[in-house]
């Protein structure tokens, strides 16, 4: 007999054994694993983003809770790191933004943006000795980095280094401030006559100190912001940006940056709500007498509870208006979700489910955020009733599609119904062949098919209607996006009215959205 005839053929209870054994084989546990990290990525992205929207629009509070949020998913983060030193510099809590940047000095040791940083933090609380070893590392490095000389300068003159100073301040194009401490020098060379005299030439430096340390902050004291992108597998080491170039870059805005002409400064997500005041005062009726208006203020007559406008006040067969208050009421359920920007919601009555939505290209999904990681639009599923409200200074506008083709501006799309099908591209806004920062384009999203849309725009949303073989330019600012079959293209100063530069030409057939700003 041979050994294979030897063995016995496994009974039913064994094949079950056998079969629970390979149960934690399968990859099951794993994927979820995967799963539950790809939520956390996204979560610390749309944190850490907001937070850096947050600080550029100067809500300081605001994205300081977003920025040690998003540290509590990844505590080692440089870019959350970087941001939260500069939210903590900009509330004054100095001793926590020199314990950050003395560990990011530690782990980018070259970084001199790092190093400039925290020497800001400690001429703030009067340490200009350290602040002195840490631009002197700065220039070492970068031998060419402007503002570490100017604030060397600064740290020396606090020190009394008066020469020093004066080179320092000369190597950071700094003339004006060279020159005046050149003269504090000249005054404090020639011999004081009295212990007055000494004094007066002690807060003469001092003077110079705050003159020049207030010449320095002015517009240059903003640190680096983290680039609103997800990171790529093919980024390298990560690596600060200087204070002050912020303000030269792209920006950030709703997510993915668009051009400058074509973006609008965020405001609040809560918006305030303001009374206006009452139309007239009331006068008092007098036999043979015109009473004066009373000199204290009147006050306001109440108002019933019941007067107040709903803002749950959608009809029964619908499921988007606009409401007089200036906000979108919309209807959400399980079968027609709805699709709309996170920080635009302002009332949920009901329970929703959220999934952050990717752009799309040729009817597959990318692995970018739609509306950009720091505003995504996300899908809201359940049965609920929501309020939608608009940044401070823009209105919202709702648009019905037909079983039509809209082409709309993705950094005005705040919301949709997802029976409408969407992809997305890009409209070239410099002519071709131009290397200009906005030759890359601004993002559209293109939406087919029969359900409503919500803009959200600067100014009223108006039309102007094309038709084939007539052209029509149209401001590159003005465009919220088009309907129909319409080709744009970016017009070069050759084949535009006297030269002009920003125009978008329009041919075929269809109508341009534009926002009357």
């Known amino acids: 007999m041979s050994r294979a005839q030897s063995v016995p053929p496994p ?32 979560d610390f992205l749309f944190h850490l983003y907001r937070g850096s929207e947050l600080l550029q ?17 990844q505590p080692t983060d440089a870019k959350g790191q970087d941001l939260l030193g500069a939210v903590y510099f900009r509330l004054g809590l100095y001793p926590r933004a020199i314990q950050i940047y003395d560990s990011l000095e530690r782990a980018f040791p070259n970084d001199a943006s790092i190093k400039v940083n925290l020497a800001l933090c400690h001429l703030k609380t009067g340490q200009p000795d350290q602040a002195k070893r840490a631009l002197q590392d700065a220039v070492r490095i970068n031998p060419e980095h402007k503002r570490a000389w100017g604030y060397l300068g600064l740290a020396l003159q ?20 060279a020159k005046r401490v050149t003269e504090r020098r000249q005054r404090a060379l020639t011999p004081a006559p009295s212990d007055t005299a ?24 903003r640190f680096s912001l983290a680039e609103p992108a997800p990171p790529k597998p093919t980024d390298g080491p990560w690596h600060t940006v200087e204070p002050g170039d912020a303000a030269r870059a792209s920006g950030v805005g709703r997510g993915t940056v668009p051009p400058a002409s074509f973006r609008h400064g965020p405001g609040s997500v809560h918006d305030n709500v303001t009374v206006p005041p009452a139309s007239g005062v009331p006068r008092i009726a007098v036999p043979g007498l015109t009473a004066a208006p009373p000199a204290g203020p009147v006050p306001a007559q109440a108002i019933a509870h019941d007067a107040l406008p709903s803002l749950l006040a959608l009809g029964a ?12 009421l919309a209807r959400t359920t399980e079968e027609q979700p709805f699709a709309a920007r996170l920080d635009s919601l302002r009332v949920v009555a009901g329970t929703i489910a959220t999934r952050v939505l990717h752009r799309r290209t040729r009817d597959a999904e990318t692995s970018e955020v739609l509306g950009g990681i720091g505003s995504p639009i996300v899908r809201l599923t359940g049965s609920a009733e929501i309020v939608l409200g608009p940044r401070t200074s823009h209105e919202l506008a709702t648009l019905a599609l037909d079983d039509e ?20 591209g890009r409209l070239a806004v410099d002519p071709a062949g131009e290397a200009t920062p906005r030759n890359e384009g601004v993002h559209l999203a293109q939406l087919r098919g029969k359900g409503a849309i ?8 108006a039309r102007v209607p094309c038709t084939s073989g007539r052209s029509v330019l149209v401001r590159r600012e003005w465009i919220v996006g088009w309907l129909g079959r319409l080709v744009p293209r970016a017009l070069p100063p050759s084949e535009a009215p006297s030269g002009q530069r920003g125009l978008i030409a329009f041919s075929g057939d269809g109508t341009v959205l534009v926002s009357i700003s």
């Open 11 to 42: 009974s039913v209870a064994d094949e079950r054994t056998t079969e629970r054994k390979m149960i934690p084989s399968i990859p099951q546990p794993s994927m979820a694993v995967e799963s539950t990290r790809e939520q956390s990525q996204e």
């Open 405 to 424: 083709i809209a082409f709309l501006r993705e950094d005005a799309l705040l919301g949709f119904e997802l029976r409408l099908a969407y992809e997305n």
């Open 317 to 328: 067969e619908q499921s988007v208006a606009r409401h007089e208050a200036g906000v979108v």
């Open 198 to 221: 000494a004094a007066e030439v002690d807060a003469g430096v001092r003077s110079v100190a705050e003159t020049a340390f207030s010449e320095l902050d002015a517009g240059e004291l």
């Open 57 to 73: 629009e100067n809500r300081v509070l605001e994205a300081k809770e977003e920025l040690e949020y998003a540290l509590t998913v």
């Open 158 to 177: 606090k020190l009394g280094e008066l020469e020093a100073s004066q080179i320092a301040f000369e190597r950071g194009g700094h003339a004006m401030m």
């Open 454 to 461: 919500v803009l959200e725009v600067v100014a009223s949303l």
